[in-house]
């Protein structure tokens, strides 16, 4: 099981770029890195998944160097609904047992302010 | 876009009630979870189903059962409810390299 290890909160302005790094220094040649953002009182949403290098979507950015050893959710301009706590989650592969997948570390609270 | 639908966004229940709580998904995904989420202790997993009739074990399974009779639903069952069970349950379907879709939840108040 690969542990992920992110900041507890961090603090940004509307407008800036937000990058978020998390730690997976025991992730598997199988393993896919998966990021999730979730509200209060709602369920986490998926925001952007990859196994290495770049990937971008219309929300965000996913930066994975060579060794794959952590990774980088990377938010453009954020605004203020862009607050909330955001869960790196690393993947055990698609035969493997599923539980071992969704073990969700304690995140990151992102706070935009105004 | 993957739907996943809890039955229940509020409920109310009696302590030593039996409390379903249902879940469908709609993607045809192999792979269902219950969690549960409380302040400070972040998302728990309960059970997991990687397929029909299938169930796995979580983190905290105790005073839970859960049921797959079907691919696209997956009930989670408190047999006895207690206050201690009171918090926000959430579940999901999906698979490890494709993500996970999560309903909106159910907030569960035992008193």
């Known amino acids: 099981l690969a542990k992920t290890t992110q900041p507890i909160s961090m603090d940004s302005y509307e407008g800036q770029e937000v990058n978020i790094t998390c730690s997976h220094n025991n992730i598997a040649t199988n393993d896919y890195i998966t990021w999730y953002q979730q509200f209060p009182s709602q369920g986490p949403r998926f925001i952007i998944q990859g196994y290495k290098t770049k990937v971008t979507n219309e929300v965000a950015s996913l930066f994975i160097p060579a060794d794959r050893k952590s990774s980088t959710l990377s938010l453009p301009r954020v605004s203020l609904s862009d607050t909330a706590v955001y869960y790196c989650?690393?993947?055990?592969?698609?035969?493997?047992?599923?539980?071992?997948?969704?073990?969700f570390g304690g995140g990151t609270r992102l706070m935009v302010k105004p | 876009d993957v739907k996943v639908t809890q039955s229940s966004r509020y409920l109310v229940k009696r302590t030593g009630e039996k409390v379903f709580l249902e879940c469908v998904q709609d993607?045809?995904?192999?792979?269902m979870f219950w969690y549960r989420q409380d302040p400070g202790l972040g998302l728990r997993l309960i059970y997991f189903s990687y397929d029909v009739k299938m169930k796995e074990k979580g983190d905290i399974p105790e005073g839970y059962s859960v049921s797959r009779e079907k691919k696209e639903r997956f009930s989670l069952i408190l047999e006895s409810a207690s206050t201690n069970q009171t918090s926000m349950y959430l579940c999901?379907?999906?698979?490890?390299?494709?993500?996970?879709?999560f309903g909106s939840g159910t907030r569960l108040t035992v008193v």
């Open positions: 993607m045809d995904h192999e792979n």
């Open positions: 989650l690393v993947g055990d592969g698609p035969n493997n047992n599923a539980g071992n997948m969704l073990t």
């Open positions: 999901g379907s999906g698979g490890a390299n494709y993500g996970y879709t």
